[in-house]
């Protein structure tokens, strides 16, 4: 079970298709920096293959001015959830 | 990449310059008279078994533009002169300290990146 | 090419992946050289080539145009350093419409199940 962190925005969409393509079964997604954009209703098609398994920083959120505007369908953790998450899963791995 | 030179070898009256850490600034300047003039420098003596290990490191780099870390000149070594002499051991009593970066430097190559 | 099924993976201390394409960043050639300097270190080093990474291992790849050097000479040192767990995303590969002979070593190619399997099973996992 792996957490995978990714900071591009969805204007980088081979990473997306890359991370797609890397993604395991029990995996999890967090999105952090710019990749706060892909949490938007509009960008979310990038996030389809990861349904149900992502979250977004609030922290992140927060600086960007997305707070109010995010997904209703993707978790908002706060620095303390990011803390959980990295407890829940065996490893992380980073993506840019 | 600019490097500077830190110092200069006369051999056969021309000036070698030398960068900070005692390797060629051009590689271009290398011949085995600028070999011995290096190996002298540093108080060495090369022996036909220094020069073909030589050839060996000059061969490595023609062919990936790289000087190799001590792991891959003993498989290179190993590969052209034979089991022998392709051993780490071997390869210390001819350089002592630091067969990848004595050879590299004797060779005319510039310092081995992948090895610290 | 074949699709091995993922028990032919045989896990390595450290895995690169590596994404980006020859030349017009500086991506590839740290993630190169991360696994070059690991190796030298006497780690076992896997790599995997995935999206435009797959250009790496395009045969017939050259110097730039004003000299710059390329990382063609890098994927071919990799023997020397005993790296030889190759392996690429047969997606990738697809996609841009080539096949094994077109790359300058042998590789393992690897569907999404089992490229999602190889970073599970490697116990570090740096991504370039």
Redo the contacts between chains.
């Keep these: 079970m792996l957490l995978h962190l990714l900071n591009r925005s969805p204007q980088s969409p081979s990473v997306y298709r890359d991370l797609g393509e890397a993604f395991g079964a029990g995996d999890h997604l967090l999105l952090i920096e710019d990749a706060c954009y892909a949490a938007l209703p509009p960008s979310s098609a990038v996030l389809e293959p990861f349904a149900g398994r992502v979250s977004v920083l609030r922290e992140d959120l927060i600086s960007r001015g997305l707070a109010e505007r995010v997904s209703p369908d993707i978790a908002v953790v706060d620095m303390n959830g990011f803390l959980a998450l990295t407890e829940t899963h065996e490893r992380c791995v980073s993506w840019f | 990449m600019v490097t500077t030179t830190a110092r200069t070898l006369m051999v056969e009256g021309r000036p070698i310059g030398l960068d900070p850490e005692g390797y060629l600034v051009s590689l271009d300047d290398w011949s085995e008279r600028v070999a011995e003039a290096l190996a002298a420098d540093d108080d060495r003596e090369l022996t036909p078994a220094h020069w073909e290990v030589i050839e060996v490191l000059r061969d490595f780099y023609r062919r990936y533009e790289a000087a190799p870390a001590m792991r891959p000149l003993v498989k290179a070594v190993k590969q052209s002169l034979g089991e022998e002499k392709g051993s780490s051991i071997y390869l210390m009593q001819l350089f002592p300290e630091s067969p990848a970066k004595v050879g590299a430097r004797l060779a005319g190559l510039p310092k081995p990146t992948n090895c610290l | 090419m074949t699709t091995h099924p993922s028990f032919d993976i045989e896990p390595q201390d450290l895995l690169v ?1 590596l ?1 980006h394409p020859p030349h017009g960043t500086q991506w590839l050639r740290e993630g190169l ?1 991360v696994a ?2 690991a ?2 270190f ?1 780690q076992r080093v896997g790599l995997l080539f ?3 990474g797959i250009f790496a291992l395009l045969k017939d790849q050259q110097a730039g145009a004003l000299g710059q ?1 390329g990382t063609h ?2 994927i ?2 990799l023997e ?3 790296i030889e767990a190759l392996w690429v ?1 047969e ?2 590969l697809a996609e841009r419409g080539l096949a094994r002979e077109d790359l300058m070593l042998p590789t393992t190619s690897l569907n ?1 199940e089992a ?6 099973c490697h ?1 570090h ?1 740096l ?1 370039f």
């Design positions: 992946v994404r050289d070059l300097v190796a030298a006497g995935q999206g435009d050097k000479s890098q071919a040192m020397m350093y005993d995303s997606a990738a999404a490229v999602a399997k190889l970073l599970r116990p996992t991504i």
